[in-house]
């Protein structure tokens, strides 16, 4: 395969080190959903306890459930004894009265409510436990890979475990198909029964662009967190857990999530349908093809790399015919420092063989010459 090198007008007048970085959490994750990118795995796939950070797929399935017209925010649920007596975080909900699903949501959400959980999941599947059927099933749905769900509450039990990595796709999942319910993550307070409590989430409204998600705790996992930030374009994910104290939770959350945001320089490379290389095709009516961007091309670059950045097109030529539009035809190659990342390049246009005796005289031609 020939290697081109692409030269591009771009130069960058800083260069920042990006230092090592290191959590005090057990677990940790943090992703550039604008890239795709994974900026820090620490032990993503181990098991951990998701305390009530479960409650995100209890969310999630609620979510589910109101897309496709199955449950809607106004129906109402009976709050059952076994919720109504359950312990730790409340909504307050009372015994034997009916709350709306959007309220029981916002009990969930901002309140982190255990009875509000309970409630949803007896409301949507009959009982509990067959509610954490239906969460195993969408995390399955999901891709989650090293979780498994027997409570709607994040209560300590058996065989109740995830990952730092399965709750960030939990939480991309979230965000990118309910963008507009994902909004409820973002209230600052909510009462009910005439009691108010605040928005868990330590960062909302202490950090710029936070808008979810969730926080967790245990004696055996510690403190947790799932958070998303949006500026300037990127947004990233963050989750850990393993925290000791829940200042120290806030603390390593703020540090994270801005190393994240100012180590690295966000690029846009190429936007879907620009023409990044121009190629020779070997007995096709047009003697050139365009190779374009399938999609939007971008990557967060490390500062202290942008100075041996290189931008190569990988690409054997001349590229036989017929060509349908589409056909993956090359790859760009963007290195810096260790890492490389490659994108497919594609077709522009259908190009068809020339005829017979075209065919021909251009071989002849391409053999005396060298070009077709």
Do not use: C
């Amino acid at each position: 395969m020939q290697k081109y090198i692409v030269k591009f007008l771009i130069i960058f007048f800083f260069s920042t080190s990006v230092q090592a970085l290191e959590s005090v959490a057990k677990e940790a994750y943090l992703i550039d959903l604008s890239t795709g990118q994974v900026l820090l795995d620490k032990n993503s796939q181990n098991q951990t306890f998701p305390s009530s950070m479960t409650k995100m797929m209890t969310v999630l399935v609620a979510f589910e459930k109101l897309s496709k017209g199955l449950i809607s925010l106004d129906q109402q649920f009976l709050v059952s004894k076994k919720a109504w007596k359950m312990g730790g975080s409340k909504m307050f909900v009372e015994v034997d009265k009916k709350v709306t699903v959007e309220d029981l949501l916002r009990g969930i959400i901002v309140q982190s409510g255990n009875d509000s959980s309970i409630v949803i999941a007896e409301g949507i599947s009959g009982s509990e436990e067959a509610f954490a059927g239906e969460m195993n099933l969408l995390a399955q749905k999901i891709g989650l890979k090293g979780t498994n769900f027997v409570n709607s509450s994040g209560m300590p039990a058996e065989n109740h475990y995830t990952t730092a990595r399965d709750l960030a796709i939990i939480a991309e999942y979230t965000i990118k198909n309910y963008p507009e319910l994902y909004k409820i993550y973002a209230e600052d307070e909510f009462t009910f029964s005439g009691i108010t409590q605040a928005n868990r989430n330590p960062l909302l409204g202490d950090s710029e662009g936070n808008d979810g998600l969730k926080t967790g705790y245990t004696a055996k996992a510690g403190y947790g967190y799932v958070g998303s930030s949006e500026r300037n374009g990127r947004r990233l994910i963050l989750v850990f857990n393993g925290a000791q104290s829940s200042k120290q939770r806030k603390q390593e959350a703020n540090r994270l999530m801005e190393w994240g945001f100012t180590n690295f320089q966000y690029i846009e490379f190429f936007k879907r349908g620009d023409v990044v290389f121009e190629s020779d095709t070997w007995l096709g009516k047009d003697k050139k093809v365009n190779l374009v961007a399938p999609n939007d091309l971008s990557l967060a670059v490390p500062k202290a790399h942008l100075a041996d950045m290189q931008i190569i097109v990988q690409v054997n030529e001349p590229i036989s015919v017929p060509i349908e539009a589409g056909d993956i035809l090359g790859q760009l190659k963007i290195s810096h420092g260790k890492t490389e990342t490659f994108f497919d390049l594609v077709s522009e246009k259908d190009i068809k063989q020339k005829n017979f005796f075209s065919r021909i005289f251009a071989a002849l031609y391409y053999l005396v010459m060298g070009s077709n």
